[in-house]
């Protein structure tokens, strides 16, 4: 069975700082991956999503990049945070077809 | 892009109630999903419903594309039901999320 892990699952970092949360997935080969951002409990809104090595598409621009140097390897990137990128972000997957399937997230609080 | 609401935004029930919980979608979508958000952040998927009904348990959702509409149905509710509920529509590889609903069951 599949199994999507992101870590880490909280993360306190002072503005400025660099960022890097890592998301892989485990039993399934070149998954769609996508990085999603949730803000004050409601709204799930999609940044990035790659449906390949090197690919990466982006729907919001902003402060974030994301890259996947390996098929089931995901990762979302600052080079400096701001305070309006706090929340929990998650990753997600599908194996090509609509349907997505979520980690358990990553907590950023930027102070 | 496609917009999603759902109704009501919060609920609250006694454990044993039930309930349902509505989506509209804006313009036509290829498929529909319903997650729960459990207390811990954790999205788990419930249904994929493009169309149709499908149960699951005390749980069932119906989508009916045509008129832009999915229903979530919870009958007994629990207090374990309690969290944010969210339907989510596709088009692409887009995911576009409601709101949510923000259910709460009392013992």
């Known amino acids: 069975s599949q199994t999507i892990h992101q870590w880490p699952a909280t993360l306190v970092q002072p503005v400025g700082s660099p960022l890097s949360l890592e998301c892989t997935v485990e039993?399934?080969?070149?998954?769609?991956l996508y990085w999603y951002r949730q803000a004050a409990g409601r709204g799930l809104q999609l940044l990035f999503y790659?449906?390949?090595?090197?690919?990466i598409s982006s729907e919001v621009p902003q402060n974030l990049s994301a890259s996947r140097p390996q098929d089931r390897q995901f990762i979302l990137s600052s080079k400096k945070l701001l305070l309006s990128d706090s929340g929990f972000y998650l990753c997600?997957?599908?194996?090509?077809?609509?349907?997505?399937?979520f980690g358990p997230g990553t907590r950023l609080t930027v102070t | 892009g496609i917009q999603v609401e759902q109704s009501p935004p919060d609920l609250i029930l006694q454990e044993g109630a039930n309930s349902t919980l509505r989506c509209n979608f804006s313009?036509?979508?290829?498929?529909l999903q319903w997650f729960h958000q459990n207390p811990w952040g954790q999205l788990i998927n419930l249904f994929y419903?493009?169309?149709g009904t499908k149960q699951n348990g005390r749980l069932s959702a119906t989508t009916v594309a045509t008129e832009r509409y999915s229903l979530l149905y919870i009958s007994s509710s629990q207090t374990t039901d309690s969290g944010v509920y969210f339907c989510?529509?596709?088009?692409?590889?887009?995911?576009?999320f409601g709101g949510g609903t923000r259910l709460m069951v009392k013992p």
């Open positions: 313009d036509s979508v290829n498929n």
């Open positions: 989510a529509g596709h088009q692409g590889n887009m995911l576009t």
């Open positions: 997600a997957w599908s194996a090509g077809g609509p349907e997505q399937y």
């Open positions: 419903i493009p169309s």
């Open positions: 039993g399934t080969s070149n998954p769609n």
């Open positions: 790659s449906v390949g090595i090197g690919q």
